[in-house]
Structures are given as structure tokens and as C-alpha cells.
């Protein structure tokens, strides 16, 4: 009997008294798609399974980004000048170098709002998940202005 005076239901041996494994499968699926909790949903709440919009967007970014640094090495092979005082500074050390910088800048700011993408910004009711919009907006309108640019001013 259980200190209340209900019956002890549990049967087998108590999970908590083994070892966790190291390595377990859920650590490269993830576990955590949403927060259970009315109260969680409301806070910020680290999850480990994003959504496929989320990927789309993601993957949109990096897309756009890895065409801005293509289109941008093209301009410069025609004579154009790098504007961006920071790539300029990578585009001076040759293409590999600007294309990684440009590359890994991209993917650690896309990091770093994915792991908070579910905090609320500066104590507003908009989640940092809107970044990512706010991030593919920019690399979309630099691309559209490259092209204009190649097509019908080179």
C-alpha cells in the first residue's frame, strides 16, 4: 500500500533506477513537436522538432543566400563593387573565402532564432520564428535586384 492508502498498481522494475543510454534515437528524431501545457505554450519553450514550414523556409533562406553569393561573384567578374563593408572585407581574402563567410553567416543567424524561435521578442505577443521572414525578404529582394542588373544593365 502507497502512504494515501491506495493500492501500490505498479508493476515490473522501476525505470528510474537503470542507467539512461547515451545514444537513443530520439536524440536525431527529437521528442519535443510542441508544448503540452497551456502555461508552456505561453512561455518560451525549447522544442527539437520543427515543422515543414518551418524547413521550407529555412532551406528557402539558405537557398537564397548561397544565389545572392553566385550572383554576386558574376557582378564583381563584370566590374561591379561589393557594397557590404563586412563581405567586401571576405571578398578581398577571394571567392571560397566570401562564399563560406557568406554561407556559415547565414546558417548561424538561421540557428540561433530556430533554437529561440519560440520566445516572445523584447515581451510582445510575436515569436522569434518571425526572423525568419525577415531574413528571406532582404536576400529575395537582393537576388530580384542582381538580376535586374545582369539581364538588362550588363
Not at 87 to 100: K, S, T
Not at 116 to 123: L, P, Y
Not at 145 to 151: A, G, H, P, S, T
Request: net charge positive; proline share 5%; aromatic share 12%.
Amino acid at each position: 500500500m502507497q502512504p494515501c492508502g491506495l493500492p501500490d498498481r505498479r508493476c515490473g522494475e522501476d525505470r528510474r533506477k537503470k542507467n539512461t543510454p547515451s545514444f537513443r534515437l530520439s536524440c536525431l528524431l527529437g521528442r519535443r513537436k510542441v508544448p503540452r501545457r497551456k502555461e508552456d505554450r505561453e512561455g518560451c519553450l525549447f522544442i527539437d522538432v520543427y515543422g515543414s514550414k518551418t524547413l521550407m523556409l529555412i532551406l528557402l533562406i539558405l537557398s537564397l543566400s548561397v544565389l545572392d553569393a553566385l550572383l554576386t561573384l558574376y557582378l564583381i567578374g563584370r566590374g561591379a563593387v561589393e557594397v557590404n563593408p563586412v563581405m567586401n572585407y571576405f571578398l578581398a581574402h577571394g571567392p571560397f573565402v566570401f562564399f563560406g563567410a557568406k554561407y556559415l553567416l547565414t546558417a548561424l543567424a538561421i540557428m540561433l532564432v530556430l533554437v529561440n524561435s519560440r520566445a516572445f521578442i523584447f515581451g510582445t505577443n510575436v515569436r522569434a520564428k518571425v526572423f525568419f521572414l525577415l531574413f528571406a525578404l532582404p536576400f529575395a529582394l537582393a537576388v530580384k535586384w542582381q538580376l535586374y542588373l545582369i539581364f538588362f544593365v550588363i
